[in-house]
């Protein structure tokens, strides 16, 4: 059985996909639908790795 970080990272993953597919089939937007894809893809690693990980807060990054 599945658990909802690991549901939670997929989804983040197929988002990821997406936003890189949309990149490919309209270049004048590929960088930003690129730079969308790593952060759906990172957030997705830090789901799997910490799910229950807190953010920094902003007055500390």
């Known amino acids: 059985m599945s658990t909802n970080a690991q549901l939670a990272a997929k989804l983040l993953r197929d ?3 997406f936003f890189r597919q949309v990149g490919e089939q309209n270049p ?3 960088e930003q639908m ?3 894809a ?3 893809e990172q957030v ?3 789901v799997e790795a910490d ?3 807190a953010l920094p807060d902003a007055a500390e990054a």
């Open 34 to 36: 690129n730079q969308n």
């Open 15 to 17: 988002a990821s996909m």
């Open 44 to 46: 997705a690693q830090m």
């Open 51 to 53: 799910p229950l990980g």
């Open 28 to 30: 004048p937007v590929a």
């Open 38 to 40: 790593a952060a759906y």
